[in-house]
């Protein structure tokens, strides 16, 4: 079973963090909600309050298959200015595992030159800040252990690309069809 922990901070963006989690689970991955406010509680940018399932303090990351960054502001912000969550990005990525981003999160990918060489989106504003990239404006974007979102809109397409990053491609495909994402790609 795959081990994902997600970094959740105040200002979150709600849908980007919570649609991960609950695609990344019905799947059978092991997802961890990592808080980095102190305590295990969290109010994300709409005023959703969650209590995440541990804190940065009492994590170490060595079994962690993906380390995942919701979008959001100030959320992205607060992840970024976080010590403990850039070294564990940092660290994560040297060694060869995947990481990633949505929304304006890409920005700490960015600032930590994660992204140098590859291709990556983000939400429209936050080009600039994803140093190196080659920006693509899609809805996603993975490029080798890196995979960037757009925004809200891509919480669905995102979260199945990295149900496959992590070798789970028949879950994504059977959760496609469960959860109507299927009907609603036809609408287009």
């Known amino acids: 079973m795959a081990k994902v922990y997600e970094f959740i901070a105040n200002g979150s963006e709600e849908i980007e963090a919570l649609t991960v ?7 059978g991955v092991d ?3 990592v808080s980095i406010t102190g305590t295990r509680k969290a109010v994300l940018s709409h005023g959703v309050k969650i209590e995440c399932d541990t804190t940065i303090e009492e994590c170490n990351f060595s079994d962690a ?11 992205a912000t607060n992840l970024n200015e976080h010590e403990g969550v850039r070294q564990a990005m940092l660290k994560q990525y040297n060694a060869g595992k995947k990481v990633g981003a949505i929304c304006a999160a890409p920005l700490v990918l960015g600032g930590l ?10 939400y429209p504003g936050f080009e600039d800040q994803m140093t190196g990239a ?5 809805i996603f974007t993975i490029d080798g252990n ?25 879950e994504a495909d059977a ?3 469960g959860m109507m994402f299927k009907k609603l790609i036809q609408i287009n």
């Open 21 to 27: 989690i609950d695609v990344l689970r019905r799947a």
């Open 113 to 122: 030159g994660i992204l140098k060489g590859k291709k990556a989106t983000c």
């Open 31 to 33: 997802v961890q909600t």
């Open 146 to 170: 890196v995979i960037t979102g757009c925004g809200p809109a891509a919480t669905l397409p995102y979260s199945y690309a990295i149900l496959e990053m992590l070798g789970y491609s028949s």
């Open 65 to 75: 298959d993906m380390l995942l960054l919701p979008g959001g502001l100030p959320g």
């Open 175 to 177: 959760l496609r069809e």
């Open 134 to 138: 080659e920006y693509t404006a899609e």
